[in-house]
């Protein structure tokens, strides 16, 4: 299928080069169109791979990823244009981090709100789906790189946006029974709130090659 | 050894009655001295078990659980008077729930601040150790209720205060293996922010008897 991604950081690029090599026709948007990153990963991503603006790469997928940075993530989707999101399956994968303290990030979290409920506040009409931000990208597209079971959740409004993302995650290698739909965008809340326990994570464990497995 | 249980909900009830059954001296602390629920768990935990006021508790006890409400632990402990908390384990089991808005309760969550932080902050006698906020009070004390391997955290200030909490969370069944140290007491964001997602972990599980294990 055609897919956008929106973005050109790290996320964007492997999550970009794991749909081309899926068979997808992926373009890479980003705030000009010739942006560096996007061009050097189309040279490398191969037959499948283009570059766009944000609204361009919109435009162009049946399905929208979003991989930008969660604290620039509605102004760039703003920049790909409502109209170009209306009725597709937003996959929302972006974390609101502040680095303004340092390193760890702080992650901006809300008792009562979230980056994907902003973002499906703000599009309401996009299907948005908040998957795979909690874990890091090799992860994401490449589930056997964490040895055994371990999960990854979805959440959004719309049951069919869900199911096309369910899809999408088994074609990247996780299994139907690791994909644990936690209900409705609000559930953006929690996934979002555990990246302050992840990053902890990282620190005592000292890999990036690793996620939570529910065990019950 | 003596120990202090401040409140009288679930989970002080649960936490007392499994160190008055691994032989500790145990104080129930709350509001007032004559508080029915404590007076109930005294006749039912058996030998060893006494309930007074918070700084009766507090004076009584070597080492301190906090099981008070999040939304009131800083008031309870404040009660407890920091004299009878200072150089003293005070073990922060709290999560800071608000029911406002129904339930699941929203979690109170900052990117920068933490109740385990606040409480350290302002008793900074006190050695705070935040651990077990992330599972339901029945595995806190018997963790064999979720089959396999599970997680449990522990952070703080203090290494000696961390030893001591590690020490009786292996009384209660926790592996040693399984207690994971995520550093000092500013990890307690981490675990108290994990804590929106284990609410849905629940709600699309529907059993209290879960837990995650980190997989690397």
Chains 1, 2 share one sequence.
Not at 48 to 54: D, E, N, P, R
Not at 60 to 69: E, P, S, Y
Not at 72 to 82: F, P
């Amino acid at each position: 299928m055609r897919i956008a991604v929106l973005g050109t950081g790290i996320v964007g690029r492997t999550i970009g080069t794991r749909l081309v090599g899926l068979g997808h026709e992926v373009m890479m948007g980003s705030r000009t169109a010739d942006n560096v990153d996007a061009g050097a990963w189309v040279a490398s991503a191969g037959a499948g791979a283009s570059a766009g603006t944000f609204a361009d790469a919109a435009a162009f997928g049946d399905l929208v990823f979003n991989c930008t940075a969660g604290a620039a993530s509605l102004e760039a989707l703003g920049r790909a244009r409502s109209e170009n999101l209306a009725r597709k399956t937003l996959v929302d994968v972006a974390n609101h981090l502040d680095f303004s303290q340092g390193v760890p990030p702080n992650v901006v979290v809300s008792p009562t709100d979230s980056l994907g409920e902003q973002i499906q506040h703000v599009f309401p009409d996009a299907h948005v789906v908040k998957t795979l931000n909690t874990i890091n990208c090799n992860v994401m597209v490449d589930p056997a790189r964490v040895p055994g079971e371990h999960d990854v959740f979805v959440c959004g409004n719309d049951p069919a946006a869900k199911a096309e993302v369910v899809d999408l995650l088994e074609s990247f290698g996780w299994p139907a029974e690791r994909i644990l739909d936690l209900g409705d965008i609000s559930a953006a809340r929690g996934v979002e709130a555990y990246v302050q326990l992840w990053l902890r994570f990282l620190g005592a464990t000292g890999t990036n090659d690793l996620n939570i497995r529910i065990v019950s």
